[in-house]
């Protein structure tokens, strides 16, 4: 199999092993130093000591290999000040540039981060019970509304929203208790696993008060001037830079979003052009758009895509979403793997030393002896496993069908 199959795992309180995902038949990991603080600088040391762990198993004498490599950061945090420009970012960007450095010198080759304000994903429910009985991870628009608008209460909301939506999120506001009010209000904002923020309802509101003057071109702006300084730091560094897409990809709570759409990519690929200023495709965020053409995105910016990662999901009438198995729902997996086996072999025709890119199953469904277990949402072993499982053999069929060779 020619792409690298990652894992990821949420350090040592992952309920999921390291064993557990060698299992599984990945080979990478894809995971964080969750416990440092925002920013706060990545040492040698920690980054080091993390390694270790998860390459070598030093229980035993001589200390074993797992047959894992540390492949993937996801994510060193940007923080806060960064994205709105307060005087103290250049402080904040340097550390974040150490750490790159620090990166760049245990040697692990690509790291993920996202630019999205406040929130990292967002997802209404988290358990939305499928008709075979398994749960997804779901996006619901008259939930959401119901919270932004009667629970938050958020100045201007109802503005964001048409008239026929607004009555439909107060009928379903009215109709929740209080223990779903309360479950609706942290899922949204509690921070989902990966997410490093977490709030009360108080601290969130004055947190999107400070966004009030920073529309999406102001926004873009520091995006741009962050990367101007930490890129060329990438390239020296070894290290290549793979930004994530906004989940979902439009605006929430009225703050600004810049990395939703292939115009967005193409702006802050083009700040600093270079292959460690690089992207994560994920099928998943991306493909909640109709406007996103993911196989296109492929095609025209394929020797960027520095990490994949492929789910899929399912689009409802209201602009919201589920979580679909990895082989449905809306996006067209067969093309969008065709697209990166052929950037593959494009890799491959120049030599290119990371010809195998990165990829990994994501958020799969709660199934199965899962569905009773403590897990991680979106990211229960057995779910995963079948996404996982699925994706390769995908890959596989097209490999031994000869079509990446047809243009
Ligand atoms: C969710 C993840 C995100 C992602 C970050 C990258 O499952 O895809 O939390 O890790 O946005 O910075």
């Known amino acids: 199999m020619s792409l690298e199959q990652t894992w990821r795992w949420y350090g040592p309180s992952d309920p999921v092993t390291l ?60 923080h806060e000040d960064i994205k709105q420009a307060r005087p103290n970012r250049d402080k904040l ?15 692990i080759p690509v790291l993920c981060y996202n630019f999205m304000p406040v929130v990292d994903w967002t997802r209404t429910n988290l358990k939305m019970e499928l ?18 608008i009667f629970m938050l209460r958020r100045k201007g909301a109802e503005e964001s929203y048409e008239g026929e939506l607004i009555k439909k999120a107060q009928r379903r506001y009215e109709s929740m208790n209080r223990e779903q009010r309360y479950e609706l209000e942290r899922t949204i904002i509690a921070g989902l696993p990966g997410a490093e923020e977490s709030y009360t309802l108080e601290q969130f509101q004055a947190k999107l008060d400070e966004y009030k003057d920073i529309d999406d071109t102001i926004y873009r702006e520091n995006l741009k001037y962050f ?64 406007d996103n053409d993911l196989v296109g995105m492929v095609k025209r910016h394929g020797a960027k895509l520095n990490f994949a990662h ?23 997996m067969y093309g969008v793997m065709l697209a990166i086996l052929k950037e593959q072999r494009k890799r491959q025709a120049v030599y290119r030393p990371d010809h195998s890119i990165p990829m990994r199953a994501d958020h799969g469904h709660t199934i199965l002896d899962d ?35 047809n243009d």
């Open 227 to 290: 990367l101007e300084r930490v890129a060329p730091v990438a390239e020296e560094s070894g290290v290549k830079l793979a930004i994530h897409p906004d989940d979902p990809p439009f605006s929430l709570f009225g703050l600004p979003r810049v990395v939703s759409t292939e115009k967005d990519l193409k702006y802050l690929l083009g700040v600093y052009d270079s292959i460690y200023n690089g992207f994560t495709l994920c099928t998943g965020s991306y493909g909640v758009r109709a």
């Open 310 to 332: 492929l789910r899929s999901t399912q689009r409802d009438e209201l602009n919201g979403f589920h979580e679909a198995s990895h082989l449905q729902g809306d996006v067209d």
């Open 131 to 148: 008709e075979d009985g398994a749960r997804a991870l779901c996006f619901d628009m008259t939930d959401f509304v119901a919270f932004d």
């Open 19 to 78: 064993q557990d995902i060698r299992q599984a038949g990945a080979t990478g990991i894809v995971t964080a130093l969750h416990e440092i603080p925002n920013g706060e600088t990545w040492s040698e040391d920690a980054l080091r000591e993390r390694k270790r762990l998860i390459e070598w198993d030093d229980n035993i004498t001589p200390p074993k290999s797992r047959g894992l490599t540390w492949s993937v950061i996801e994510s060193i945090p940007v």
């Open 93 to 107: 960007i340097e550390n974040y540039i150490q750490s790159i450095r620090n990166v760049g010198k245990v040697g």
């Open 371 to 405: 569905l009773d277990k403590k897990t991680n949402p979106g990211y229960s072993a057995i779910g995963l496993l079948r996404g996982m499982a699925e994706l390769r053999g995908l890959e596989l069929g097209i490999e031994r069908s000869g079509a990446v060779f």
